[in-house]
């Protein structure tokens, strides 16, 4: 079988976004911490901003494995896998992205865009439990 363009795509980003997930992930283990020390921040609120770049970085990556499982499943048209695949890279930007920003901006208000995120994540995942139902045998 034949990898359509969607599919081609959708591992493209799956890829990229994985690696960057990587790259984000590394830095958190080794220069966040340095650099929230030399901001004006409390130890405090340094050790909270850790724990929510780290929380960004691991659904980060779980959902990049996602998109490369739903590259890589037949599971039906590739108008569904599109959908399903932009509400997961939605969750990624909103959910992920708002947590990067809100611990180098320390802009704690850019956390009430993280739900939308998780949002998405959980309409992508409702989305990708109907393929089952609509695929024919």
């Given at each position: 079988?034949?990898?359509?363009?969607?599919?081609?795509?959708?591992?493209?980003?799956?890829?990229?976004?994985?690696?960057?997930?990587?790259?984000?992930?590394a830095y958190s283990a080794h220069g966040l911490e340095?650099?929230?020390?030399?901001?004006?921040?409390?130890?405090?609120?340094?050790?909270?901003?850790?724990?929510?770049f780290e929380t960004g970085v691991r659904y980060h990556?779980?959902?990049?494995?996602?998109?490369?499982?739903?590259?890589?499943?037949?599971?039906?048209?590739?108008?569904?896998?599109?959908?399903?695949?932009?509400?997961?890279?939605l969750g990624l930007l909103l959910f992920s992205g708002?947590?990067?920003?809100?611990?180098?901006?320390?802009?704690?208000?850019?956390?009430?865009?993280?739900?939308?995120?998780?949002?998405?994540?959980?309409?992508?995942?409702?989305?990708?439990?109907?393929?089952?139902?609509?695929?024919?045998?």
């Amino acid at each position: 079988m034949k990898d359509s363009t969607i599919q081609k795509k959708i591992t493209l980003v799956a890829g990229l976004s994985g690696a960057l997930a990587i790259l984000l992930g590394a830095y958190s283990a080794h220069g966040l911490e340095n650099y929230l020390a030399s901001t004006d921040i409390t130890p405090e609120t340094q050790t909270r901003r850790l724990a929510q770049f780290e929380t960004g970085v691991r659904y980060h990556l779980f959902h990049s494995l996602v998109l490369l499982c739903l590259a890589a499943l037949p599971l039906g048209k590739d108008r569904a896998k599109r959908k399903a695949s932009w509400l997961f890279v939605l969750g990624l930007l909103l959910f992920s992205g708002s947590l990067y920003l809100l611990v180098f901006l320390n802009l704690p208000i850019l956390g009430a865009i993280t739900p939308l995120g998780g949002l998405s994540w959980i309409a992508g995942w409702i989305y990708l439990s109907t393929f089952g139902l609509k695929t024919k045998e």
